[in-house]
């Protein structure tokens, strides 16, 4: 078998096929390898196609691949306004048979002189000296094997996993995905037209909650206004960065809520998406203005809110501490330990021999149970990590820890208490600089900027018991209550340390309430003795204040691959007609709204939001389902870069997809019919990442440039609720959408802007 060729395209898509067309057929010797037995196999889109696209290539489709013509759209406000766009007696596009036009696209290449491979994998880039040489492979019935080609091109689609290996950032965060959900029904009497419909309701995707609305961060509580791009916050996906952040001015309604047990309101508007538990339905998604308190004495009979708990990640598990990755300076580091270190006329030395330090700290119940201590009454001070009590018993304790970890006793002070006379405390001091800087790093520095590092929710529960044994017996008071039950009590002047020992506890079943003390400016979190409602690793709480009232300023928005959590967890839809009166029918949500799970969270499931538009579509009520399937699409923003030594990225793993609807099929042709020609000319320059820039300045010059003004209408768009598109939708005629389809804005944003000022703000990015 022949394992030599001048390209290796991986991915016989469209991208992959139009590329080893257009270079065959200017003298290429060019393989296509595609991991799937059957080209178009299995099919994962909703088969539509422009024909302009497919006029500009002189391509000419044959019958057999297209179920319809498409004449036009029509898009659908919330409230059941449309807008039809058409030209009349013009085919403006086709709904394929993507399993025909697919095998067609690769024939076409196959004709010019392309070779195919199906059931063949690419596994690895094969280099020489740091160049790229070829790929491995493992092909059905055949051993892993190596194919030679001096260019490489990914057309591999969404998985981009040897374009992930040339080291392009292809990897797809969950903002920039679709999770998507379709059926092929019939019957369907449709207009041939494709018709989109827009709203929250149907596709959630955006957030708006007011400024004075608290996020959980890691290590911090803060105002949602505060939260910037790169933090990680807490979602109903575990720990994720945000990615963006926006604020537009709202006058309208919002609802308060305010859960038990956390005791902080936020502030939603009242479309706002909140993820909640009751006992008829389960989990699902309801707007704010929906959610119903539960009346005393009834059981269970409203919504519950739902607090997600810090998810162990295999990441996040650790066995050590290495106090080198946080000491950045002032030691020598040899044979495992870190010395202090001295200087003396440049001369770097080793000193207080006695004091070194492993640099490898085993995570034992007994270092834990130490932590414990230094959070509730340690600080650092003149390079010693010190820790204070009163209790003889404790800091006897402390000073064994020590003293059998760190391998050096501590010096013991005794000092009069002033505040209570008659009665003394100790600190117990291990001078040494190098813990101290640890100690600042893991814990924080000052009282008010106390902590616990974040890998503490992923310890297993004997070592978060060691550590909250620590804690408690540092500081923490305990009493009877009225009815008899004992309650203890936890207080500190860090909002950032409460919410953390919350978090900490609920990891092992135990629910805390928390409530601030404002003449002390201390935060206060109790235990009385019971577990909260727990289920399927959620914490549910009670709604304990639920109010509705008139807000007007600025809200927020942070956007994050997960619903991000203000003390409970928050978070388009399209027909495609088709021949012998079927469609296939569609949803889109944000990848950002379903967790990890194979079938995403209940009520931010796709499928079950496409299910409740059927349910209530007066055709598609009563039609029958011929086919289903579910997956993501790429609607986020190109690669910064599509070309490097001896490689190509095309197509999806580029991500050059319309961000709108991410349709990718016209695209990936274009830029695959472009990539060759780039390819073409630069053989007899080795292809270099310089010889193969062209492409990537061509595309961005004028495709590109389309992209991002969609891109853009997509941001847009996420920032509007559906009083405001059904304004829009009022305010535009078909002429406006024809120019907002071609990128056109001003006029429209005008109009708009015009009934509607506040817009304005949102709108401007349009226009600017």
């Not at 859960?259 to 538990?277: E, I």
């Not at 209940?602 to 598609?620: T, V, W, Y």
Request: net charge positive; charged share 25%.
């Amino acid at each position: 078998m022949k394992s030599d060729y001048d390209v290796v395209v991986i991915g016989g898509g469209p991208a992959g096929s139009s590329f080893a067309r257009v270079a065959a057929e200017n003298g290429m010797d060019v393989l296509v390898i595609d991991k799937r037995k059957e080209i178009g196999v299995p099919v994962r889109c909703g088969e539509g196609l422009g024909a302009r696209e497919v006029v500009a290539q002189g391509l000419e489709i044959p019958r057999r691949a297209i179920s319809t013509d498409i004449y036009g759209a029509k898009v659908v406000a919330p409230n059941g306004k449309e807008i039809v766009w058409k030209e009349e007696g013009v085919t403006t596009g086709w709904v394929l048979e993507r399993k025909i036009f697919d095998k067609w696209l690769c024939e076409l290449a196959i004709d010019k002189g392309a070779e195919v491979r199906t059931y063949t994998r690419a596994l690895d880039l094969v280099k020489e000296n740091g160049k790229i040489v070829g790929v491995k492979v493992a092909q059905w019935g055949k051993d892993e094997h190596e194919i030679r080609a001096p260019l490489i091109v990914s057309a591999e689609g969404m998985e981009a996993h040897i374009a992930r290996k040339a080291g392009f950032d292809a990897v797809h965060r969950l903002y920039d995905v679709d999770t998507c959900y379709q059926y092929e029904m019939k019957p369907y009497e449709h207009e041939n037209l494709i018709e989109l419909y827009f709203g929250n309701k149907i596709a959630p995707r955006g957030y708006c909650l007011t400024p004075d609305t608290e996020i959980i961060a890691k290590n911090t509580v803060k105002p949602i206004n505060n939260v910037n791009v790169g933090e990680e916050v807490l979602t109903l996906n575990g720990w994720t960065p945000v990615t963006a952040t926006s604020e537009r001015d709202y006058d309208g309604k919002i609802v308060r809520i305010t859960p038990f047990m956390l005791n902080q309101s936020a502030g939603l508007t009242v479309d706002h998406l909140v993820f909640v538990w009751n006992k008829k339905i389960g989990f699902h998604w309801k707007k704010a203005g929906e959610l119903k308190k539960s009346k005393r004495g009834s059981h269970r009979n409203g919504d519950y809110l739902v607090f997600p708990l810090p998810k162990r990640s295999k990441n996040e598990e650790i066995e050590y501490i290495k106090v080198s990755d946080y000491v950045k300076e002032g030691y020598i580091e040899e044979n495992g330990y870190l010395y202090p270190k001295g200087e003396n006329q440049g001369a770097e030395f080793k000193y207080k021999l006695n004091h070194k330090i492993k640099n490898q700290l085993e995570l034992t119940p007994e270092l834990l149970e130490f932590f414990g201590y230094f959070v509730s009454e340690g600080n650092v001070s003149s390079g010693a990590v010190i820790i204070s009590n009163a209790d003889s018993k404790i800091v006897n304790r402390v000073k064994e820890i020590g003293t059998n970890i760190f391998g050096f006793e501590p010096h013991i002070f005794e000092q009069k208490d002033k505040g209570h006379p008659g009665k003394k405390y100790y600190q117990v001091q291990f001078a040494s600089p190098i813990l101290g800087a640890m100690f600042k790093a893991l814990f924080g520095e000052g009282c008010e900027n106390k902590k616990l590092p974040h890998f503490v929710h992923a310890l297993d529960k004997k070592l978060k018991l060691a550590l909250l044994k620590g804690l408690l017996k540092g500081e923490s008071s305990k009493w009877k209550s009225s009815e008899g039950k004992d309650i203890v009590s936890y207080v500190s002047i860090s909002k950032s340390l409460i919410y953390d020992i919350w978090m900490l506890l609920a990891g092992i079943g135990i629910v805390g309430a928390i409530r601030k003390n404002k003449k002390k400016g201390a935060y206060e979190i109790r235990l009385r003795g019971k577990h909260f409602f727990l289920k399927d690793n959620y914490i549910i709480l009670g709604i304990r204040n639920l109010k509705v009232e008139h807000y007007k300023g600025k809200v927020y928005d942070i956007e994050s691959s997960g619903s991000f959590c203000p003390f409970f967890a928050v978070h388009n839809c399209w027909i495609f007609p088709k021949s012998d009166r079927r469609a296939n029918v569609g949803i889109g949500i944000g990848g950002n709204l379903t967790n990890g799970d194979k079938n995403g969270l209940p009520g931010a499931d796709p499928k079950r939001l496409l299910d409740e538009f059927i349910a209530n579509h007066p055709q598609l009520k009563d039609a029958s389902t011929l086919d289903d399937f579910g997956g993501v699409i790429s609607v986020g923003a190109p690669l910064d870069e599509f070309v490097k030594d001896n490689f190509m990225v095309i197509g999806t793993a580029a991500k050059q997809v319309d961000p709108i609807h991410g349709g990718g099929i016209a695209l990936a042709m274009e830029c695959g019919v472009l990539a060759a020609d780039v390819a073409v000319k630069a053989k007899s320059k080795g292809y270099t990442k310089q010889s193969l820039m062209e492409y990537e300045k061509r595309w961005k010059e004028t495709t590109g440039k389309k992209v991002a003004k969609r891109l853009l209408l997509r941001k847009v768009l996420e920032k509007l609720n559906d009083d405001d598109l059904n304004h829009i939708f009022n305010s535009i005629t078909q002429k406006d959408l024809n120019d907002v389809m071609a990128g056109n804005f001003a006029g429209p944003v005008t109009k708009v802007v015009a009934g509607r000022p506040q817009l304005l703000k949102v709108l401007s990015a349009l226009i600017s």
